[in-house]
C-alpha cells in the first residue's frame, strides 16, 4: 500500500490555453531533473487546492522526459477539480503527483490503429499518436467535438499525425450530425485494433459500434462512470476480512468497502471512487466479488477488487490488507 501513496513534488512550468474551456498544464521537476519515462495511455493522481486528488491522463509525448503535459476540461459541474485547476493552480506552484498507471496502454504489434476521441478525451490518444508515430505505425485519428473552437492540441496533432490520417468531426452540438461511428467500425480488418476515450454519449456509441469486434482489439477508459451503471445485485451489507490485519470489518449496505475500512482508522488510496483510476485496487484471496468498476480487464477480476466500487456478491470478502 505505501508504494501507491508515493508522491513527487512537481512545478507547474506552463499553462497554456488549448480550447474553449480546456487548458495544458506542463509539470516538471523543480530542479530540472528527468521525470521518469511513462507509456502512453497512462495517468497520474494530481493533489489539488483544498485537499482533492483528481486523475488526468497523460497528453505529452512519452519520449519527452522533460515535463508531463495534462489536458484540463472546465466541467460545468465541476465537484472541485477542475474548478480548482482552472482557478487555483498557477505558473511556479508545485504540487503533489502519485505515481503513474496505466490501464489504456497501445496493443503490442498491432497492424493498424484507430484513435477515437471526444472532446477532452483526447488527452491519453494524444500521447499515443505520439508514440505510434514515432515507430512508424500505421495510425488513424479521429477526433469528435463540438466546433473547431473546442479542439484542443489541434496544431500539435497536425504535427504529429502523417497528412491524411488525422480527421476532426464536428457536430454543432447534434451527434448526429458528426462522425458515423457505426460506418467507421462497422467492418474489422485482421490485426486492427480501435482506442476510445470521450464523455458517456460518445462512450456507448463506441462500444455499441465496435461490439462485434474481437474483444482484445477493443480498448478504452472512462473519464465518469456511466450515468446509469448496470447494478445485478441489490446491495446488502457483509463483511470483509481484512487478512494481514486480521480484522473483520462491517459494510453496510449503503457504504463502500473503502469508506467502511476507513473508519476502522485504516488509510485505502483513493482518487476517483468511481471505478475508474485504479488507485484503490486491491487483491483479493476468498470471495465472490461484484466487480462495478470500468478499468480491471477479466484476469485482473479473479484476483483483484476495487474497493471503491466493488460489493460482495455473497456475506463475506478476504482481502490481501
Known sequence: MSDALMTQKLMVQAIRWQAKGVCSYELADPLGHALAPVEAGAHVDVHLPGGLVRSYS???????????????LREPKSQGGSSAMHDQ????????????????????????????????????????????????????????????SHVAFAKDLEAIVPAGHLHFHFDEGEPSKGLDIQALLKDHASGTHVYYCGPAGFMSACAEASAHW??????????????????????????????????????????????????TGRRVPTSCLSGLCGACKVSYVDGDVD???????????????????????????????
Not at 497523460?58 to 484540463?72: E, F, I, K, R
Not at 446488502?236 to 476507513?262: C, H, M, N, W, Y
Not at 462495478?292 to 456475506?315: F, M, P, Q, W
Open 58 to 72: 497523460l497528453a505529452g509525448d512519452p519520449n519527452d522526459t522533460s515535463n508531463w503535459l495534462l489536458g484540463v
Open 89 to 148: 493552480v498557477r505558473v511556479g506552484d508545485v504540487l503533489d503527483v502519485g505515481p503513474v498507471r496505466n490501464a489504456f496502454a497501445l496493443a503490442d504489434q498491432a497492424k493498424h490503429t484507430v484513435l477515437l476521441a471526444g472532446g477532452i478525451g483526447i488527452t491519453p490518444l494524444k500521447a499515443m499518436a505520439h508514440s505510434l508515430a514515432a515507430s512508424g505505425a500505421s495510425f488513424e485519428l479521429h477526433y469528435c467535438a463540438r466546433s473547431a
Open 214 to 263: 474481437p474483444q482484445e482489439a477493443v480498448h478504452c477508459e472512462h473519464f465518469k462512470a456511466p450515468e446509469s451503471a448496470p447494478r445485478d445485485l441489490p446491495d446488502g451489507a457483509f463483511e470483509v476480512f481484512l487478512v494481514k490485519s486480521g480484522v473483520t470489518v462491517q459494510v453496510g449496505p449503503d457504504q463502500t468497502i473503502v469508506r467502511a475500512i476507513e473508519l
Open 291 to 321: 466487480h462495478r468498476d470500468y478499468i480491471l480487464n477479466d484476469d485482473e477480476r479473479s484476483h483483484c477488487l476495487t474497493v471503491c466500487v466493488s460489493r460482495a456478491k455473497g456475506k463475506s470478502l478476504s482481502l490481501d490488507l
